[in-house]
């Protein structure tokens, strides 16, 4: 029988993997609205562990500035702001993942 914890990681490796290929997709997509606009890719780590890639576009034809930002960290206890109203998480190890974006597409109204 498959241990719990191994359950845990095989279906966190799918989640990452989907959201990986979300961030590219978005990126494609974005960058097929012009001949010219392409992201900018910077990868980073967490000093807990884990870490994730962040996209900008600048100075676009069709965004001023757009980031797509993919993240995964981990570590071995949560933050105290995160168990202030759920002790019972105290010294439990954590894991987040996701997707972000920020769009600010060029306006022709704004100076």
Known sequence: MTDSVELE???AERVESYLRVLQNNICQTLES????DRFFEDQWEYS?????????????????????????IHGVKLPKA???????????PFSAMGVSLVLHPMNPYVP
């Not at 965004?63 to 930002?69: D, M, P």
């Open 33 to 36: 609205l012009s001949e010219s």
């Open 9 to 11: 990681s095989i279906d």
């Open 48 to 72: 807990g562990g884990g870490g994730g890639a962040s996209r900008v576009l600048e100075s676009g034809e069709v965004f001023e500035k757009a980031g797509v930002n993919f993240s995964s």
């Open 82 to 92: 995160a168990t202030a109203k759920r002790t019972d998480l105290e010294d439990k």
